[in-house]
């Protein structure tokens, strides 16, 4: 309990959570209390010089709740879950001022992440805020406040590493699940002005992305993925997401990421791999010409590191992907960078899986009907 004589807006946080003694069993949702959130939500839309002071509260509790979930405390985990949700309902209510929420919110997921990195109920949570705050921002602190950009970019790595998990005792459904959410999170920074507003973050954001994309579009046959592929070919001409970013914040909605549910079918591979495909085709159609050159940068950095480049018949349909997916006044753009990493690669005294894959990839696009 606050003092007597705390300020108001700790007053107005405090009264969001439950009891002490009744957080534990307001589960399964998790959700502050209603008509105190509304309050709250109401005071900080009203009075945005106070948006600091409420996000820094709310910073101080999840990281002692963070601290204290990862060694299993379960009240601190309802805590958590609790303060999350009422930084969820602040973005979405506060969206115009969202850049004075940021440091704090941001900072939380950060730390969240960190000490929870694999427990799903805390990641989805924490990915459905991320998804408001991305949606919202303007990106304007990405590259200009140096704590703001780490932590994104310690967010960003943490939902890319769920979105590529392995699972020692090959639980496929838990896999699934995790490299869906991550998924999830990473789409909505693929269509948030955060990935585009500064160029000189915009190749460490997108390598990050595509690293989880590329671990499981790899790795899967290619029957599948030509499959996969004409799923979401109809969201894929939509022109929504080209519309998306020109929209006014107030006209934006954020996705919502849901966790599996006990008793539920779990998530098949196919699923992720559709995941994967709707990011990565969206990546290329928000990309301008020298963005899509850094995608491709970012791409092949990517496939050395992960070996893929042995992966001769993956190649070639990414790259006839690739150039369907881009922007038709940009589609030139994908050939010529991989005949220039190729050339860069002349030095080899034989050929390689990289130099052989490269070859194949711009021979693909060179005989494709695009």
């Not at 003092?3 to 307001?26: D, E, I, Q, R, W």
Request: with cysteine; hydrophobic share 40%; glycine share 4%.
């Amino acid at each position: 309990m606050p003092h007597f004589f705390s300020p108001n807006h700790v007053h107005l946080v405090t009264a969001c959570y439950p009891p002490s003694s009744a957080l534990v069993s307001s589960g399964p949702q998790y959700s502050p209390n209603s008509q105190e959130l509304s309050k709250l939500t109401y005071y900080a839309s009203n009075r945005p010089g106070k948006i600091n002071k409420i996000g820094s509260e709310l910073e101080k509790r999840i990281k002692i709740e963070s601290r204290k979930a990862e060694v299993g405390n379960t009240r601190s985990k309802a805590s958590l879950l609790i303060g999350l949700a009422i930084f969820q309902a602040l973005t979405n209510e506060c969206r115009r001022d969202v850049s004075l929420l940021s440091p704090s919110l941001i900072a939380s997921l950060s730390t969240t992440l960190a000490a929870l990195p694999s427990d799903l109920e805390v990641t989805a949570r924490t990915a459905n805020v991320f998804a408001a705050w991305a949606t919202y921002t303007d990106g304007s602190l990405i590259g200009v406040d140096s704590e703001v950009t780490e932590n994104y970019l310690s967010i960003l790595r943490a939902f890319a590493a769920l979105g590529s998990a392995e699972t020692k005792d090959k639980d496929h459904e838990f896999r699934n699940r995790s490299r869906i959410i991550g998924l999830s999170a990473l789409a909505s920074a693929v269509n948030s002005e955060a990935l585009y507003h500064a160029s000189s973050h915009f190749k460490i954001q997108v390598s990050i992305i595509l690293r989880p994309l590329l671990v499981t579009l790899m790795y899967a046959d290619v029957t599948v993925l030509e499959q996969q592929s004409t799923t979401v070919k109809d969201k894929i001409k939509s022109t929504y997401l080209a519309e998306f970013r020109t929209r006014p914040a107030m006209e934006r909605r954020a996705a919502s990421i849901h966790v599996h549910v006990d008793g539920e079918t779990g998530p098949a591979i196919t699923d992720v791999i559709s995941g994967c495909l709707r990011t990565l085709s969206s990546l290329l159609q928000h990309a301008n010409g020298w963005q899509l050159g850094q995608i491709i940068r970012a791409l092949a950095d990517n496939l050395d590191e992960l070996k893929g480049w042995e992966r001769l018949d993956q190649c070639r349909w990414l790259a006839g992907k690739i150039c369907e997916w881009t922007q038709y006044q940009y589609r030139y753009a994908v050939p010529t960078r991989l005949v220039e990493h190729l050339l860069e690669s002349q030095d080899a005294t034989s050929t390689t899986a990289l130099q052989s894959s490269l070859a194949a990839m711009a021979t693909t696009i060179f005989t494709s009907q695009l």
